[in-house]
C-alpha cells in the first residue's frame, strides 16, 4: 500500500491544477438547497478526480465526499474529500478556495492536505510528524492574548442568525475578526500563524479533517467550541494557537 501521505499530496495538486483550469472557464452552478450554498461542475468534476486516483490506490477504502457522499468500503480506513472548498469565492474569481483531502484509520485523521491551487500553498500534516508549508516547517502564532489576536469564523448566509452575535462580541474582544469563506483554508492559516484562532459551527467533516490535524501537528489546540474533545463529526470546532484558546472558550461561552 502507498503512503496516504504522498497519495493526498498527488491527488490535491492534480485535482488543484483541474480547479485552476475551470476557474477561467464559464462556470454553470446550481444551489445545493438553500439560497448561496453553490455547488458548480469545477466541484463535480474535481471530486470525480479525486474519487477515481483514491480508489486505485485504496480500493477498500470508505470515501467520504462533498458532493457524491459516501462510497462503501472498510469502517476501519476513510478518506474525508471536500474538491471545493470556498465555492462561492471560486465562482467570483476570489482566490480563497482550495481542496482538502484526509485518511483516518482506526478512528484517527493520520494523513491531511489542504491545496490552495491559486497561491500554489501546499499544507500537509502526517499524524506524530509534524506539518509543513510547501516543504517547510509549520508552526502557530506565539500571540497569548486574545486582545491582540487576528481571529476569524465562518458561516453560511442563512445562518447568520446564529453566529452573527458571536462576531459583534468577538469583534469586541479580539484585536480583528475575519470571515474568509472556507473554513479548510482558515484552520491553515491557523496553523500557519496568520491566524491566532478559528471558530465555526454547523460543519461536515470534509471541512475539518485535514485542517484540524494541520493545526494539531503545528502545535494548536482543537477543541468543540465550548472546549470539549472535538471530533471530525462533531458539527462545530474551535481551533486557536494554544494560548487564546481558554480565552476564546470562555467569549464564547458568555451567554448573548
Known amino acids: 500500500m502507498r503512503d496516504p501521505v504522498d497519495v493526498a499530496i498527488e491527488t490535491a495538486r492534480e485535482a488543484g491544477a483541474l480547479l485552476m483550469d475551470y476557474l477561467h472557464r464559464p462556470l454553470h452552478s446550481t444551489q445545493k438547497g438553500r439560497r448561496a450554498d453553490l455547488v458548480t461542475d469545477a466541484d463535480h468534476a474535481s471530486e470525480?478526480?479525486?474519487?477515481?486516483?483514491?480508489?486505485?490506490?485504496?480500493?477498500?477504502?470508505?470515501?467520504?465526499?462533498?458532493?457524491?457522499?459516501?462510497?462503501?468500503?472498510?469502517?476501519?480506513?476513510?478518506?474525508?474529500?471536500?474538491?471545493l472548498d470556498g465555492t462561492t469565492n471560486f465562482t467570483h474569481g476570489y482566490p480563497m478556495f482550495c481542496v482538502s483531502i484526509a485518511y483516518e484509520q482506526d478512528d484517527?485523521?493520520?494523513?491531511?492536505?489542504?491545496?490552495?491551487?491559486?497561491?500554489?500553498?501546499?499544507?500537509?500534516?502526517?499524524?506524530?510528524?509534524?506539518?509543513t508549508l510547501n516543504a517547510r516547517p509549520l508552526r502557530?502564532?506565539?500571540?497569548?492574548?486574545?486582545?491582540?489576536?487576528?481571529?476569524?469564523t465562518g458561516f453560511h448566509p442563512a445562518d447568520f442568525a446564529r453566529n452573527g452575535e458571536y462576531f459583534r462580541m468577538m469583534s469586541g474582544v479580539a484585536q480583528a475578526v475575519r470571515r474568509d469563506g472556507s473554513a479548510a483554508l482558515d484552520l491553515a492559516a491557523v496553523a500557519a500563524g496568520r491566524f491566532d484562532g478559528f471558530w465555526e459551527f454547523d460543519l461536515s467533516a470534509w471541512d475539518v479533517s485535514a485542517g484540524a490535524l494541520i493545526v494539531r501537528e503545528s502545535g494548536g489546540t482543537v477543541?468543540?467550541?465550548?472546549?470539549?474533545?472535538?471530533?471530525?463529526?462533531?458539527r462545530a470546532i474551535l481551533a486557536t494557537n494554544g494560548h487564546v484558546h481558554d480565552e476564546m472558550v470562555g467569549a464564547l461561552s458568555t451567554p448573548l
Open 223 to 234: 477543541s468543540q467550541i465550548d472546549g470539549g474533545s472535538f471530533r471530525v463529526d462533531g
Open 48 to 83: 470525480r478526480l479525486i474519487v477515481d486516483r483514491l480508489r486505485k490506490q485504496f480500493p477498500e477504502s470508505t470515501i467520504v465526499g462533498e458532493e457524491g457522499g459516501i462510497r462503501a468500503g472498510l469502517a476501519s480506513e476513510r478518506w474525508y474529500v471536500d474538491p
Open 140 to 152: 502557530v502564532s506565539g500571540v497569548d492574548r486574545l486582545a491582540d489576536a487576528l481571529v476569524c
Open 108 to 131: 484517527e485523521v493520520c494523513a491531511g492536505v489542504v491545496y490552495a491551487p491559486f497561491y500554489d500553498e501546499l499544507f500537509v500534516a502526517r499524524r506524530g510528524a509534524g506539518a
